[in-house]
């Protein structure tokens, strides 16, 4: 078999992109194939949607905020993603045969189980062109109202994730709209995590010529991993659909009916890298 060429990598994007840090939450749901199927033949014909308990696909929402410095300085970027856990179909013979749950721990050591991204929505039109042009990356602008876990915040473990529709003005501007698309919030107080080792991630794109890509993601530390199959945690996730006749709205609504309940979450936040501590007086000395 004749190898296959890299992709290129356009100018003025350099590879491999590093990030200076990432905090990032995403939730898991288990729902029917069949749907999940039909939507991922439209936007990845060379992928196969992966299943897992009791025969059902995994979907998932992923929310991103990171930091990248440059040259030029630093940028800020908020994304969310759509994804289908899926595998290229050619290769799975290659698979193994795995638990949601193992699966979410890292079990699948071929990293073949990647994200088929449907939808992307960043807030970043750099970020944005980049996964155009790099990734194949179905991503399109918009915006973001969050509320995250942090050391300089409340104690606390909630997510709250508000997304709301923008375009990409003149000189490459966001512009930003009023129509919220999607609200996802997760509440995971008092739950105990699992290190998932997870990373890397493959995300898989289909660029216009139909040629599926693969582009795997080093998390430097291990993913924490919540189990939420529960009953009495069915509550501790809410996703909103605000825009339901949208592309984003009407995908989710066609594959998550209201209600379903999450089969896990993942969380990553960058260490902190240093602290400005808090000030203390001094005695004054003698004045002359």
């Known amino acids: ?15 491999p992109f590093h ?3 990432l905090h990032q939450i995403g939730v898991d749901w288990l729902v029917d194939p069949d749907p999940v ?38 940028g800020v970027t908020q994304e969310i993603e759509f994804n289908v856990i899926a595998f290229p179909t050619a290769e799975a013979d290659r698979l193994p045969r795995l638990t949601y749950e193992r699966y979410a721990r890292g079990w699948d ?16 039109p750099f970020a944005i062109r980049a996964g155009r042009e790099l990734y194949a990356e179905p991503k399109y602008p918009g915006w973001f109202e969050v509320g995250l876990p942090s050391l300089n915040g409340p104690a606390g473990a909630t997510w709250t994730v508000r997304c709301k529709a923008a375009e990409v003005g003149p000189d490459d501007v966001l512009e930003r709209g009023s129509a919220p698309l999607l ?40 993913y924490s991993w919540y189990d939420l199959s529960a009953a009495e945690h069915s509550g ?10 949208g592309d984003l709205g009407r995908d989710l609504r066609t594959v998550l009916p209201d209600g379903t309940p999450a089969a896990g979450a993942w969380t990553y936040q960058s260490p902190p890298v240093a602290a400005h ?8 000395g003698p004045r002359p």
């Open 1 to 15: 078999m004749t190898p296959l060429p890299l992709p290129p990598v356009p100018e003025p994007f350099q590879l």
């Open 19 to 21: 990030y200076g840090a």
């Open 37 to 74: 199927h039909t939507l991922l033949a439209k936007h990845h014909p060379d992928l196969t949607a992966a299943t897992f308990d009791d025969g059902r696909a995994l979907v998932s929402l992923d929310y991103q905020l990171y930091f990248a410095q440059y040259a030029f300085g630093g």
């Open 109 to 124: 050591q071929t990293k073949l189980l990647g994200i088929a991204r449907l939808h992307v929505v960043c807030d970043n």
């Open 183 to 222: 609200d996802l919030a997760a509440r995971l107080d008092g739950l105990t995590a699992v290190a998932a080792d997870s990373a890397p991630i493959t995300g898989y794109g289909t660029d216009r010529e139909g040629r599926l890509l693969a582009g795997p993601m080093n998390v430097y530390q291990p």
């Open 236 to 245: 501790r996730t809410r996703l909103t659909v605000h825009a339901p006749d």
């Open 277 to 284: 501590n808090r000030p203390y007086y001094l005695s004054a």
